[in-house]
């Protein structure tokens, strides 16, 4: 065993400090190498642009490291990569963007390849045609951050940042309406269709339009839409009415809207979105809609060809409803068919016409009184009645006008509608039965035997004129001569006379003594016979033919 006082005398150990190690000046350039490699990075982070990928369902034109991402012309980006997706059916891009472009990569922003288009819009993307398809971009105005993106398959009509507003319009049927196909104003394109689908109850369609600022501001509450593509031809009783847009519109269509003459006092400007109703044309769009419809049934015993639906109802020439249906009723118990109009009137029409006389006053009419008033024109004798609205085209419409000799009608009964309204038989049907008798007896009329017999007059009445012709010639050659040498014996004997006379003044015992007197008398009988013989030659001379006919029967003047 060890004594303690041995281990106190063994050598004790002690702590010495290491020496401190000098740094080389080797080791400062590579750490000032890294430093400053280091710096860069954080520069280039904090400098370099997001990288987003874009989803496409073709990549015409696009390639990386050439293809460029560009808004407004101004290249933000570039394409770094092209490869499939996974499934094989779309194209997903990787492109770069700059920093100073990091603010337009939002949740709302779209992407899409442009390149040459020809649209109803018109021409775009011609520049690539040289320097080659590009990536568009369409800003967007959410705040929040985004870096997938489905690319449109189109560019958007409208960019989001263009002044002007939204507008839905519900239409039965889309037409000849397109994308990009104009909206006008008063004949002035203020607009364009950026897109449609089918309604969500599959019975219409929804058509969205965006209107140019400040063109805007004239759409109110009141505003009509309709579809101004084509030529708007309509043929009614009113006659042809031809209305265009312009010669765009009528290649590609297009939307019209303006204000209607009607719009009153509440008319007001309507927000963005807010939703219209698209009619078929111009005249549906401008057509009054009132809110009192009173519908009516008319029955009548003759043809209704020429009336259509549409046609108008009239007041004294004053439009107060339209037709809405025209078909014929059977009645099994009379075995019996009769033509059947429906019609609507809009009393507040008829009401707005009447101009109370001077020192009256016109009240409004409720549903009672409307009542009573029609029943008191049917009572001064207004009927119905079926009128040529357009001759050529052979259009007709409803005219409700009095007829004072009109047999008595019944009372309207106003216990369910349509109401039946009494009729007068047309103009027009009296004038067809008059024709339609006198055809008839001109067809009884033998004109066969009477062409006959006017045949063998005119035979007699030549052969006549012949032989009247041969006693001319006859009278002509024999009896005028004959007259015209008793004429001059008789003026050799009137110079005898005068002679003896002459000689018997002499011999003749006074001057009044009866002898000479007789010879007197003698003579002036003679010289009266001579001028009458003398006017029958002149008058034969003349009228040879009064012979045969007699002396034509003299004109008193």
């Known amino acids: 065993?060890?004594?303690?006082?041995?281990?106190?005398?063994?050598?004790?150990?002690?702590?010495?400090?290491?020496?401190?190690?000098?740094?080389?000046?080797?080791w400062i350039i590579p750490i000032l190498a890294a430093l400053?490699?280091?710096?860069?990075?954080?520069?280039?982070?904090?400098?370099?642009?997001?990288?987003?990928?874009?989803?496409?369902?073709?990549?015409?034109?696009?390639?990386?490291?050439?293809?460029f991402?560009?808004?407004?012309?101004?290249?933000?980006?570039?394409?770094?990569?092209?490869?499939?997706?996974?499934?094989?059916?779309?194209?997903?891009?990787?492109?770069?963007?700059?920093?100073?472009?990091?603010?337009?990569?939002?949740?709302?922003?779209?992407?899409?390849?442009?390149?040459?288009?020809?649209?109803?819009?018109?021409?775009?993307?011609?520049?690539?045609?040289?320097?080659?398809?590009?990536?568009?971009?369409?800003?967007?105005?959410?705040?929040?951050?985004?870096?997938?993106?489905?690319?449109?398959?189109?560019?958007?009509?409208?960019?989001?940042?263009?002044?002007?507003?939204?507008?839905?319009?519900?239409?039965?049927?889309?037409?000849?309406?397109?994308?990009?196909?104009?909206?006008?104003?008063?004949?002035?394109?203020?607009?364009?269709?950026?897109?449609?689908?089918?309604?969500?109850?599959?019975?219409?369609?929804?058509?969205?339009?965006?209107?140019?600022?400040?063109?805007?501001?004239?759409?109110?509450?009141?505003?009509?839409?309709?579809?101004?593509?084509?030529?708007?031809?309509?043929?009614?009783?009113?006659?042809?009415?031809?209305?265009?847009?312009?010669?765009l519109s009528l290649l590609i269509g297009g939307i019209a809207f303006e204000q209607p003459l009607t719009a009153d006092a509440e008319d007001r400007p309507v927000k963005e979105g807010a939703v219209f109703t698209l009619y078929g044309n111009r005249t549906a769009a401008e057509s009054r809609h009132e809110e009192i419809i009173t519908p009516y049934v008319l029955y009548f015993k003759e043809s209704v060809r020429g009336l259509s639906v549409g046609a108008p109802v009239t007041v004294a020439g004053l439009t107060i409803g339209e037709v809405t249906d025209v078909s014929f009723e059977y009645d099994p118990a009379k075995v019996d068919v009769r033509s059947r109009v429906d019609i609507v009137m809009y009393p507040s029409r008829l009401t707005e016409y009447m101009k109370p006389t001077p020192g009256s006053e016109l009240k409004p009419l409720?549903?009672?009184?409307?009542?009573?008033?029609?029943?008191?024109?049917?009572?001064?004798?207004?009927?119905?009645?079926?009128?040529?609205g357009n001759l050529v085209m052979g259009q007709l419409y409803i005219a409700i006008d009095r007829f004072p000799n009109a047999p008595k009608a019944k009372p309207i009964d106003w216990r369910k509608p349509p109401y039946e309204l009494p009729v007068m038989s047309s103009s027009m049907e009296d004038l067809?039965?008059?024709?339609?008798?006198?055809?008839?007896?001109?067809?009884?009329?033998?004109?066969?035997?009477?062409?006959?017999?006017?045949?063998?007059?005119?035979?007699?009445?030549?052969?006549?004129?012949?032989?009247?012709d041969r006693v001319m010639n006859r009278i002509d050659r024999d009896t005028v001569p004959a007259v015209q040498a008793t004429l001059e014996d008789l003026r050799k004997a009137i110079a005898k006379a005068d002679r003896v006379l002459a000689g018997a003044d002499q011999?003749?015992?006074?001057?009044?003594?009866?002898?000479?007197?007789?010879?007197?008398?003698?003579?002036?009988?003679?010289?009266?016979?001579?001028?009458?013989?003398?006017?029958?030659?002149d008058y034969l001379e003349r009228n040879p033919q009064s012979l045969i006919r007699g002396k034509e029967q003299e004109v008193p003047r």
Do not use: C
């Open 366 to 388: 409720d549903a009672q009184g409307r009542r009573a008033f029609i029943q008191r024109m049917v009572n001064r004798g207004y009927r119905a009645q079926l009128r040529v």
């Open 69 to 247: 991402v560009r808004y407004k012309d101004v290249r933000i980006g570039l394409v770094q990569n092209v490869k499939l997706s996974k499934d094989f059916t779309k194209v997903v891009v990787t492109a770069k963007i700059d920093k100073s472009a990091e603010g337009l990569i939002v949740e709302d922003a779209t992407f899409w390849i442009e390149l040459p288009r020809v649209t109803l819009s018109g021409v775009s993307g011609i520049g690539t045609l040289l320097s080659g398809n590009h990536i568009g971009l369409g800003a967007g105005k959410s705040s929040r951050p985004r870096r997938e993106f489905v690319a449109l398959d189109m560019p958007p009509p409208v960019s989001i940042d263009k002044p002007g507003r939204r507008f839905m319009l519900y239409a039965d049927a889309l037409g000849s309406i397109g994308i990009g196909a104009p909206v006008y104003y008063r004949q002035i394109n203020v607009g364009q269709v950026i897109g449609y689908d089918l309604a969500k109850d599959g019975k219409s369609v929804e058509i969205m339009v965006f209107v140019n600022a400040p063109y805007d501001r004239q759409i109110t509450t009141q505003t009509r839409f309709w579809q101004a593509g084509g030529i708007d031809v309509t043929l009614g009783a009113a006659g042809l009415s031809v209305q265009m847009q312009s010669m």
């Open 432 to 468: 067809e039965t008059r024709v339609s008798n006198i055809i008839a007896k001109i067809d009884r009329i033998p004109l066969e035997a009477i062409g006959t017999d006017v045949r063998d007059t005119l035979e007699t009445l030549n052969r006549t004129l012949k032989d009247a």
């Open 1 to 26: 065993m060890t004594d303690p006082e041995d281990l106190n005398s063994l050598p004790q150990s002690t702590t010495v400090s290491g020496r401190r190690m000098r740094l080389s000046v080797v």
């Open 507 to 537: 011999t003749l015992v006074g001057k009044d003594s009866p002898t000479q007197q007789e010879l007197r008398e003698a003579l002036q009988e003679v010289s009266r016979a001579a001028r009458s013989i003398s006017d029958l030659v």
């Open 36 to 67: 400053v490699g280091a710096g860069i990075a954080v520069q280039k982070i904090l400098h370099e642009g997001p990288a987003i990928t874009i989803v496409f369902k073709t990549a015409e034109g696009i390639e990386a490291g050439k293809t």
